[in-house]
């Protein structure tokens, strides 16, 4: 059974800065992507960034490219998800998530956490 635990999440003024953090349990991740997706209530998924656990290879939306930063600790089996300069349109829940495996941009997941609300205010 995976789980997954996001925390981290919060309210933020325009250009600022959170960190969130996924803790992962319930497998071994080495053959798998991880990734972060985003989804406000009723609307659609946007697939934010995914990392490789293996190789830490990365692969981001082009919405935030420059601005987020996806890492993992294999040690503590955590994936953050860094976010710089932040803009209103980034608000949403944001979810932790598993790849499903061979799936492409915008990817498909398998397993998700609760989610984690990122509030940018102007």
């Known amino acids: 059974q995976v789980q997954l635990v996001e925390s981290g999440g919060g309210l933020v003024q325009v250009g600022g800065s959170l960190r969130l953090s996924c803790a992962a349990s319930?497998?071994?991740?080495?053959?798998?992507?991880m990734g972060w997706f985003r989804q406000a209530p009723g609307k659609g998924r946007e697939s934010v960034a995914i990392?490789?656990?293996?190789?830490?290879?990365?692969d981001y939306a082009d919405s935030v490219k420059g601005r987020f930063t996806i890492s993992r600790d294999k040690g503590k089996n955590t994936v953050y998800l860094q976010m710089s300069s932040l803009k209103p349109e980034d608000t949403d829940v944001y979810y932790c998530?598993?790849?499903?495996?061979?799936?492409?941009?915008?990817?498909?997941?398998?397993?998700w956490g609760q989610g984690t609300q990122v509030t940018v205010s102007s």
């Open positions: 998530a598993t790849v499903r495996t061979g799936s492409t941009w915008p990817y498909d997941f398998d397993y």
């Open positions: 319930g497998r071994t991740f080495s053959t798998y992507r």
């Open positions: 990392i490789r656990w293996s190789t830490g290879s990365t």
